[in-house]
């Protein structure tokens, strides 16, 4: 009779076992089809508008293509934009006709998502670089950088180091890029194209 109780026990304990790990693979595939879903809403290319800033300042802006991928198996997205230069803005607050960015940025992420119970995803990334050359190809000249920014290269620099992180919703991207080689954040407000 001992015996037989025992092995009564062992088959529930097998049991609860059983349900626990498909409950387990269950919830683990909810997170992967969820991530999905929410890379399946972000991917695509948009028009933006890039604000490069000094804490409040607003140092530069201009329009460009920014472009978001699904990568790993739609898991996670690539977030990227190409040689991106804008004019600078004047003392007056007013956008220059003639003073632009000494440099041309680029930037690559790879970056998680993630969807929220109001509708918002949230995109963070996991690594990514920066890139910034010479507008024309030459050395900047040192008085044409704005105050307070002093690169580690007037030919050119680059990180693995930089950070970026946002929200999608309502059509809206809106993303937030540190280089984390200068003391600048570059603010991207994007509309799907």
């Known amino acids: ?11 529930m304990l097998s049991m609860l076992v059983l349900v626990a790990l498909m409950a387990a693979s269950c919830s683990n595939n909810d997170d992967d089809s969820d991530s999905s879903a929410a890379v399946g809403m972000v991917v695509g290319t948009y028009q933006a508008t890039i604000t490069p800033t000094m804490g409040t300042k607003k140092m530069a802006q201009g329009p460009h293509l920014v472009v978001l991928e699904a990568i790993n198996g739609n898991k996670q997205v690539r977030f ?19 003073a632009r960015m000494p440099f041309a940025v680029s930037v690559d992420f790879v970056m998680d998502v993630r969807r929220e119970k109001d509708g918002t995803v ?18 900047v000249d040192p008085d044409k950088l704005p105050e307070g920014i002093l690169p580690p290269d007037l030919k050119g620099f680059d990180t693995d180091k930089a950070q970026a992180s946002g929200s999608f ?4 991207l809106d993303l937030k890029v540190l280089p984390k080689i200068l003391p600048v954040t570059i603010v991207i407000d994007a509309v799907r194209k």
Request: charged letters at 30%; hydrophobic letters at 35%; a positive charge.
């Open 1 to 11: 009779m001992f015996l037989k109780r025992i092995q009564q026990l062992m088959s």
């Open 80 to 98: 990227h934009f190409e040689k991106f230069n804008a004019p600078m803005f004047d003392s007056d607050g007013k956008l220059s006709a003639t």
């Open 122 to 139: 949230r995109l963070q990334s996991v690594k990514g670089t920066f890139k910034a050359k010479p507008n024309g190809g030459k050395e």
């Open 169 to 172: 919703k309502d059509g809206k």
